[in-house]
C-alpha cells in the first residue's frame, strides 16, 4: 500500500468537513477522487499533502505516518500536491518556475537531471523554456503546473482539478499529460469536475459527499452505478 487514509476527520476552525475518510492508493495506481462541489475533495487533497492539519484519523505514506508533517516533508517523503490555487509565477520563465519545485532537492546537478527529465515527458516546455509562464496558453500552464510538481521526484501526484476554466480540447492535453506520467510509473490521485472522463481513464473511483465517503469502487463500476449516473453524469 503506498498510501493509507484512516478515519480522517478534517476542517477549517471549528468547522469540520471531513467525516472518518478513509482511502487506499497502490503504487502505480490511478485513483480519482469525484462528487460535488464542496463535498471535501480538495480538502482531502490539503489533509494529505501536508497544507491542512487533521483534526483525526491517520495518513500512511511508504507505511510511514505522515499525519500532520508539514508541506515541505510531506513533499521530500514524496507527495507532489498540483492546484490551482498553487500557481504558477507569472513573471517567471518556464524554466524558473520548474526549479522553484525542485527546492526539495538540494543538488544543483540533481536539479538538471530532473529539468532534463521533465523536459523529456513534456517537450512543449522545452521548446518554451525561457517564455514566461504568464504568457503560456491555459493548457500549457497546466502542463507546467504538472511538470513543476514531477521537479520533487514524487512517487504520488496529487492533482486538483487539471482541467478547471480549460476548453475542451485543452481538456484533453492536461488529460495526456497525466497519462504521461501514469506510463512513468507515477501514482495519480485526481480530483476532478469532468467526471465522465475521469472515470474513463482512471482505475478506481471514491464518490464523496458531504464529507463521506459513499461508494468506491473500479471506475467503470462506478460509472455504471445508478445513483451515481443520475446525479453526476446526468443521464
Ligand atoms: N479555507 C477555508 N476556510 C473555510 N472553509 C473552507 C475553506 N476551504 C474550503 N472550505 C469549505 O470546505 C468545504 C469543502 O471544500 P472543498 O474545496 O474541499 O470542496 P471540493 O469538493 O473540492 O469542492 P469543489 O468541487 O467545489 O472544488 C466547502 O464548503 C468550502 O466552502
Redesign the pocket.
Given at each position: 500500500m503506498l498510501l493509507e487514509v484512516k478515519e480522517l476527520d478534517a476542517?477549517?476552525?471549528y468547522?469540520q468537513?471531513l467525516r472518518k475518510v478513509s482511502l487506499q492508493v497502490d503504487t502505480g495506481e490511478y485513483v480519482c477522487i469525484v462528487?460535488?462541489?464542496?463535498?471535501?475533495?480538495?480538502?482531502?487533497m490539503?489533509s494529505i499533502s501536508g497544507l491542512l492539519k487533521p483534526m483525526g484519523g491517520k495518513i500512511y505514506f511508504n507505511g510511514e505516518d505522515i499525519t500532520g508533517l508539514p508541506a515541505y516533508e510531506v513533499t521530500q517523503k514524496g507527495i507532489a500536491f498540483v492546484s490551482e490555487e498553487m500557481n504558477l509565477f507569472v513573471n517567471m520563465s518556464v524554466q524558473e518556475n520548474l526549479l522553484m519545485g525542485a527546492y526539495t532537492i538540494k543538488d544543483k546537478n540533481a536539479q538538471q537531471d530532473r529539468m532534463e527529465f521533465v523536459y523529456d515527458l513534456f517537450p512543449r516546455l522545452a521548446e518554451r523554456k525561457s517564455q514566461l509562464a504568464g504568457t503560456m496558453s491555459g493548457g500549457e500552464r497546466k502542463m507546467l503546473a504538472i511538470g513543476r510538481g514531477m521537479m520533487s521526484k514524487p512517487t504520488l501526484m496529487l492533482v486538483?482539478?487539471p482541467s478547471f476554466g480549460l476548453a475542451p480540447q485543452l481538456t484533453e492535453t492536461v488529460f495526456e499529460s497525466l497519462d504521461i506520467l501514469i506510463k512513468n510509473g507515477v501514482t495519480i490521485m485526481l480530483?476532478e469536475?469532468n467526471v465522465n472522463k475521469t472515470l474513463s481513464v482512471t482505475d478506481r473511483a471514491y464518490v464523496?459527499e458531504n464529507?463521506r465517503i459513499g461508494l468506491d469502487g473500479k471506475s467503470s463500476d462506478v460509472a455504471n452505478d445508478s445513483y451515481v449516473k443520475k446525479v453526476f453524469l446526468g443521464v
Amino acid at each position: 500500500m503506498l498510501l493509507e487514509v484512516k478515519e480522517l476527520d478534517a476542517g477549517y476552525g471549528y468547522l469540520q468537513i471531513l467525516r472518518k475518510v478513509s482511502l487506499q492508493v497502490d503504487t502505480g495506481e490511478y485513483v480519482c477522487i469525484v462528487g460535488p462541489n464542496g463535498a471535501g475533495k480538495s480538502t482531502t487533497m490539503k489533509s494529505i499533502s501536508g497544507l491542512l492539519k487533521p483534526m483525526g484519523g491517520k495518513i500512511y505514506f511508504n507505511g510511514e505516518d505522515i499525519t500532520g508533517l508539514p508541506a515541505y516533508e510531506v513533499t521530500q517523503k514524496g507527495i507532489a500536491f498540483v492546484s490551482e490555487e498553487m500557481n504558477l509565477f507569472v513573471n517567471m520563465s518556464v524554466q524558473e518556475n520548474l526549479l522553484m519545485g525542485a527546492y526539495t532537492i538540494k543538488d544543483k546537478n540533481a536539479q538538471q537531471d530532473r529539468m532534463e527529465f521533465v523536459y523529456d515527458l513534456f517537450p512543449r516546455l522545452a521548446e518554451r523554456k525561457s517564455q514566461l509562464a504568464g504568457t503560456m496558453s491555459g493548457g500549457e500552464r497546466k502542463m507546467l503546473a504538472i511538470g513543476r510538481g514531477m521537479m520533487s521526484k514524487p512517487t504520488l501526484m496529487l492533482v486538483d482539478e487539471p482541467s478547471f476554466g480549460l476548453a475542451p480540447q485543452l481538456t484533453e492535453t492536461v488529460f495526456e499529460s497525466l497519462d504521461i506520467l501514469i506510463k512513468n510509473g507515477v501514482t495519480i490521485m485526481l480530483v476532478e469536475q469532468n467526471v465522465n472522463k475521469t472515470l474513463s481513464v482512471t482505475d478506481r473511483a471514491y464518490v464523496l459527499e458531504n464529507g463521506r465517503i459513499g461508494l468506491d469502487g473500479k471506475s467503470s463500476d462506478v460509472a455504471n452505478d445508478s445513483y451515481v449516473k443520475k446525479v453526476f453524469l446526468g443521464v
